[in-house]
Nanobody
Framework: QVHLVESGGGLVQPGGSLRLTCKAPRLITSTFWSLTMGWYRQAPEKQRELVAAVPASGLANYADSVKGRFTISRDNSRKTVYLQMNSLQPEDTAIYYC?????????WGQGTQVTVSS
């Protein structure tokens, strides 16, 4: 199990921006490099859904609903993955979870609340 720590959620007005951060402080750097890192979200009374993911190597993929607005990136040297969220809308309101996947793990962070409201 990978220990993941998320931060950066909060309350923002429609059209605003937030950047979420997920760190894996207890991992060695070479292990972090091998992980596919992703962000999921779960709105009230809805299933958890993939927002964006970035593999160890290769291109990131995004949910259609966030393409062009959200950007996932990773800094392997800092064992950190980011989710830059622009042009936020009320339908983006959810708990956002960081996810780390490899052959030996499928780990989740504790979640961070994002609320988009005027």
């Amino acid at each position: 199990q990978v220990h993941l720590v998320e931060s950066g959620g909060g309350l923002v007005q429609p059209g605003g921006s937030l950047r979420l951060t997920c760190k894996a402080p207890r991992l060695i750097t070479s292990t972090f490099w091998s992980l596919t890192m992703g962000w999921y979200r779960q709105a009230p009374e809805k299933q958890r859904e993939l927002v964006a993911a970035v593999p160890a190597s290769g291109l990131a993929n995004y949910a259609d609903s966030v393409k062009g607005r959200f950007t996932i990136s990773r800094d392997n040297s800092r064992k950190t993955v980011y989710l830059q969220m622009n042009s936020l809308q009320p339908e983006d309101t959810a708990i956002y979870y960081c996810n780390a996947v490899s052959e030996s793990t499928n780990s989740w962070g504790q979640g961070t609340q994002v609320t988009v409201s005027s």
